[in-house]
């Protein structure tokens, strides 16, 4: 039997992109390379200098997965000043090669930050559609105080350039949005949304263009309004159309220099979702339009045995923090079952993430025994 996984690193099933590069990257490269070998560097310069290695193709260690900039991501580059490309490299390094190569600091190589929990939305693909995380009474779901979310960034700071506002909720949606981004704003060189545009109006607009964002991703899986209804239940394809349009009309008007990447995802979920028509529909409103692979969150816990025994690499990818402040591997485990602890006085990410419950959960999978555990053994991510 063909068991399907769902592939973390390789999750963008099709990909649309504008054409940004219009400063190549490799000359870039190679003078960075050629100040780090100059400097006497620590583990920061270390890392980025095997970056630049793996790019230049003289990669200084032949055992390691080799690291490339993908063309979503050059866009990505593309956009940034040199001064920030060593933490650029710094963050897109540790999220791939670490997973791949089972490395571990002290750190997360990116940080899933929960604004708020709840959402408007009961996607057909989404675990929004299990009662248990949904109902009030089951204490799941809330939103975040701007105090928590300020210890969250505080402590992130310096240690972690990827930081993505957004989880099992609408981040829209949460109380201290405004202020959350305000925050964030210019701390990390990769910080990222995801919305279901919704509640994108031009207060939310102009606080998410504010923000020094990296990468703002429409989650949008149709082009035409029967298909995205049935999709993502509650949800009106006008309307966000109508808020994706003015987004980029704003953009363009007083923002021509932001360097955010603006990109439409959709779940592939069956038939029907075509590229060619997304593209059509937003393309010329934003710079990728893309689908991404589906992983069964809807019905994580009554999923047969996935058969799938290799290490889940978000044990060494992503840490998530919830609106409560509960620490969590993953969303595919929505109702935080192997949940390492919560951010509290007594524990920090830093010992969540390098603590005895991940240790043994990292330990489980890396000895083939992911399916002794619930729900990794129901899981096909890797
Ligand atoms: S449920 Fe387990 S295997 Fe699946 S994503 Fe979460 S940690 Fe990884």
């Known amino acids: 039997m063909t068991v399907h996984t769902y592939d973390k690193a390789n999750s963008i099933l099709e990909i649309r992109s504008r054409d940004g590069s219009a400063d190549p990257v490799r000359p870039r490269i190679a003078r960075l390379r050629s100040r780090l070998a100059a400097a006497s560097g620590g583990r920061f310069d270390a890392v980025v200098l095997r970056a630049c290695e793996d790019l230049l193709d003289e990669p200084i260690d032949d055992s390691l997965p080799r690291f490339a900039l993908r063309p979503h991501v050059q866009v990505e580059v593309d ?3 040199d001064s920030w490309l060593p933490r650029y490299l710094f963050y897109r390094y540790r999220y791939e090669v670490y997973p791949a190569a089972r490395l571990l600091d002290d750190f997360p190589p990116c940080l899933q930050v929960e604004p708020t929990g709840i959402c408007n939305y009961r996607c057909v693909f989404c675990y929004q559609t299990d009662q248990v995380l949904t109902a009030p009474a089951n204490g799941h779901l809330g939103m975040m ?9 505080d402590e ?10 957004a989880s099992r909720g609408e981040p829209l949606m949460a109380r201290d949005i405004d202020a959350m981004l305000a925050y964030a704003a210019g701390k990390f060189v990769a910080l990222k949304v995801n919305t279901n545009a919704w ?42 159309l109508a808020n994706v349009e003015a987004f980029a009309r704003l953009r363009e008007r007083e923002y021509p220099r932001a360097r955010v990447v603006t990109r439409v995802a959709g779940v592939r979920v069956g038939d029907g979702q075509d590229i060619a028509d997304m593209e059509r529909l937003w393309g010329g409103l934003v710079d990728q339009v893309a689908f991404v692979d589906h992983v069964p969150w809807e019905r994580t816990y ?16 992503r840490m998530f923090v919830w609106a409560d402040g509960r620490v969590n591997p993953c969303d595919v485990d929505y ?4 949940s390492p602890g919560r951010l509290d006085d007594n524990d920090s990410l830093m010992s969540l993430w390098t ?15 992911r399916d002794r555990t619930s729900p990794c053994g129901r899981c096909n991510l890797v």
């Open 79 to 81: 956009r940034l000043p």
């Open 145 to 153: 105080s701007l105090d928590l979310f300020r210890r969250v960034i």
């Open 156 to 165: 992130a700071e310096g240690r972690c350039e990827a930081v993505t506002l």
């Open 199 to 240: 509640f994108l109006d031009e207060r939310r607009a102009r606080a998410l263009l504010d923000a020094d964002l990296n990468t703002l991703v429409f989650s949008v899986d149709a082009a035409e309004p029967e298909l995205y209804s049935r999709l993502r239940v509650n949800g009106k394809l006008d309307r966000v």
């Open 302 to 317: 009554e999923q047969p045995p996935s058969g799938v025994d290799a290490p889940c690499s978000d044990l060494w990818r």
């Open 335 to 338: 109702l935080s079952t192997l």
């Open 355 to 369: 603590g005895e419950r991940y240790r043994a959960l990292r330990q489980e999978h890396l000895a083939g025994r």
